[in-house]
Each structure stands twice: as structure tokens, then as C-alpha cells.
DNA sequence: TATGCGATTGCCT
DNA sequence: GGCAATCGCATAG
């Protein structure tokens, strides 16, 4: 069980707490080590509720503590934790992390990685590696298939400008992607895709 | 109603 | 190291 309150402060403010912390789902746990912090509405253009409430993204204007889950590419899912009161909307992604338990499970449904470093490297394997889905979406991270346990002191913790964010909202004026340095399983860094052919 | 592109990944050269 | 895959959602008309 965690302290919900941690979740009210803004998503930047909460992001680095969140490192070393151990996310459980249906016995597969994760020891986070990459994240990005998105803030709320007309606050941070790379954010999903930048332009106000979604059918989308109504998640995350909802109770902090909760899961916010988004589905990219065509092809993959990303998992968020909401931060900052009701009607605020910010969030956390969910960008990388080490199996500390389930990892027999989680080499199942990630058959294409190469090692085990690579099973949750990346916002997309982790979602698949704890096996979280659309359905998802809204789950109370404190019941059900899931449980969450901060770290008892702040992790030792670099920031950078966010992965993968274009326009107005990547680069280093948001420098809100926070990790353990030289930790194994965070995601390279990689600026956003230049534009593809015309 | 129509159109463009994304908080990415994995396979190809 | 470079690029194709793939579709729901946001934006424009």
C-alpha cells in the first residue's frame, strides 16, 4: 500500500519519488527507473491534456494513484500513473524498469527481447511485461491486480529533456524525464523522429 | 466527414 | 543506423 497523497503533488514534483519503486501486477513486480513527468491543461504543450478533457484522457482527470493507459503507433500501449488532484491532469509515464519477481512470466509475453534488461526497456515492453492493457485504464494502482510500494528514501536521480516528444513540448525546456543513472534497463535517449518521407 | 500523425518497437540493410 | 508497421484520436474543412 502506498500513501495517496504523494500522488497530489504535480506530476514533475512526484516523478523522481517515484524511481526505485516496486509495482506489482498479478505477480509479476517491476523496480521502476525511467520516467517522464506531463503536467495538466494549457500547462505542457507535449502533454495529452494540454488542449482540456478527452473522451480519451478523461483518466487523468480523475483521483491521483490511478492508471492512465493510451494506445500509440497503432500497435502499442503505454502506462501512466495520475498525479496532482481531481480536474488537475497530470501524469507519470512509465518508461522503463527492472523484473524483480514474475520474471518467468513476464520472458512469456515479451518473447522478442534478447535479455532480460530488455524486458521492460521502454514504455511499450513494460506495459507488455506486466501485462497491462487498454482495459486497464482507470485502475486504482492500490487494488486489484495491483499494488505499489514507494521507496522509503528518493533514489539517486538524473533528469533530461523528455523521449520522443515533439513540437513545442520535447526539447530542454521540459527537461522532465527522470532516471537512475547507469542503470541498465533505461531506454536510450532519442529525440523525436525527424519527419518521415513526404 | 476526411485526413494526418503519434509519449514506439523491431526488423531490415 | 534507417525505416516500415498500423489505427484511434485530434484537428481541419
Known sequence: MF??????????????????????????????????????????????SFRGK???????????????????????????????PEGSAS???LRGGEIVAGVELARARRTTSKSDADLARGPARLAVALGITLADGGADLARGRFSLELPAAASAHSSGPRTGVSGDGG???YPWRFWIPGDPTVSPYKAHAPKKRA
Open 171 to 173: 526539447g530542454p525546456a
Open 91 to 93: 501524469g507519470i509515464l
Open 3 to 48: 500513501d495517496r497523497s504523494f500522488f497530489e503533488s504535480t506530476a514533475v514534483e512526484a516523478a523522481p519519488g517515484l524511481l526505485g519503486a516496486h509495482l506489482t501486477v498479478d505477480g509479476v513486480t517491476l523496480r521502476i527507473t525511467e520516467v517522464e513527468a506531463y503536467l495538466g491543461v494549457g500547462e505542457d504543450p507535449g502533454s495529452h
Open 54 to 84: 478527452t473522451a480519451r484522457n478523461a483518466v487523468m482527470f480523475g483521483e491521483p494513484g490511478h492508471l492512465y493507459t493510451y494506445f500509440t503507433y497503432g500497435m502499442h500501449v503505454c502506462a501512466n500513473v495520475v498525479c496532482s
